[in-house]
C-alpha cells in the first residue's frame, strides 16, 4: 500500500457530462501529480501541484482542471466527457517537488473512468 | 524525439528464468531512467532506476543496463518468480523533471510457475 488514496474506484458516466476524481497524499508530502492511463496512449502525465500550488502541467487538456486544496488533497475536474477520456487516472505524491532534485512518486490504485 | 520505445509488449518466461525488457529513447536531454512496476489494480511502483554515469545498476534480482552511446536501456529479472508477473514501464525524464517523464508503453510479464 502506497499510502496514497483515490476516490472513486470506478467511475462510469455519459459523454458531455462532468465528473471529479479525489486524491488524498501520503502524509507529509506536499506534491501531488496527475496522470492518464490508456491502451493507446500509455501512461501521460497531466498536472502537477505543489502545497497548493499549481507547479508544472503536461499533456492536459482544457477542458480538464485541477486543484489542490489546504489540506494538501486534490481534485482532477474533467468536464464535456468525450468517449476518448475513458481510462485509468492515477494520482501520485512526493515529499517534494521541485525541480532541483529527484523526488520519488508514489502512485494511488487508480480511478477507472468509462464513458459511455 | 519524446518517444520512449519498449519492448516486447509481452513476454512469458518460465520459474527460475531470466526475463529482459528493452527500451529505446531519442532524446539526449533525458539523464534519468527508472522502471516501474504495476500489478493488476493497483498504481505503478518504482522498481529501480539509473542515470547515464553508469553502465549497470544492481538491486536483488533487478538489473538495469544501460547504454548511452545506442541510447537504449534494458531491466534483466533474474531467476524470475510468479509474484514478478506484473506489467513493466521503464521511463526517461532530464534529471528532477518529472513533468518531463516519458513512459513506455509497457511490457505484460507473465512468469510460468
Known amino acids: 500500500d502506497s499510502g496514497v488514496t483515490q476516490t472513486p474506484k470506478h467511475l462510469i458516466t455519459a459523454t458531455g457530462q462532468r465528473v471529479t476524481l479525489r486524491c488524498s497524499p501520503r502524509s507529509g508530502d506536499l506534491s501531488v501529480y496527475w496522470y492518464q492511463q490508456s491502451l493507446d496512449q500509455g501512461l501521460q502525465f497531466l498536472i502537477q501541484y505543489y502545497n497548493g500550488e499549481e507547479r508544472a502541467k503536461g499533456n492536459i487538456l482544457e477542458r480538464f482542471s485541477a486543484q489542490q486544496f489546504p489540506d494538501l488533497h486534490s481534485e482532477l475536474n474533467l468536464s464535456s466527457l468525450e468517449l476518448g477520456d475513458s481510462a485509468l487516472y492515477f494520482c501520485?505524491?512526493?515529499?517534494?517537488?521541485?525541480?532541483?532534485?529527484?523526488?520519488?512518486?508514489?502512485f494511488g490504485p487508480g480511478t477507472r473512468l468509462t464513458v459511455l | 524525439q519524446q518517444q520512449v520505445k519498449q519492448s516486447p509488449q509481452s513476454l512469458i518466461v518460465q520459474k527460475g528464468g531470466i526475463s529482459i525488457i528493452n527500451c529505446a529513447y531519442e532524446?539526449?536531454?533525458?539523464?534519468?531512467f527508472p522502471w516501474y512496476q504495476q500489478f493488476p489494480g493497483k498504481g505503478p511502483a518504482l522498481l529501480i532506476a539509473i542515470r547515464p554515469d553508469v553502465s549497470e545498476k544492481k538491486e536483488g534480482r533487478f538489473t538495469i543496463s544501460f547504454n548511452k552511446s545506442a541510447k537504449q536501456f534494458s531491466l534483466h529479472i533474474m531467476d524470475s518468480q510468479p509474484g514478478d508477473s506484473a506489467t513493466y514501464f521503464c521511463a526517461a525524464s532530464p534529471w528532477g523533471r518529472d513533468d518531463k517523464i516519458i513512459f513506455g508503453k509497457g511490457t505484460r510479464l507473465h512468469i510460468l510457475p
Open positions: 532524446n539526449t536531454a533525458f539523464d534519468y
Open positions: 501520485a505524491s512526493s515529499v517534494e517537488g521541485d525541480f532541483s532534485s529527484y523526488n520519488e512518486q508514489f
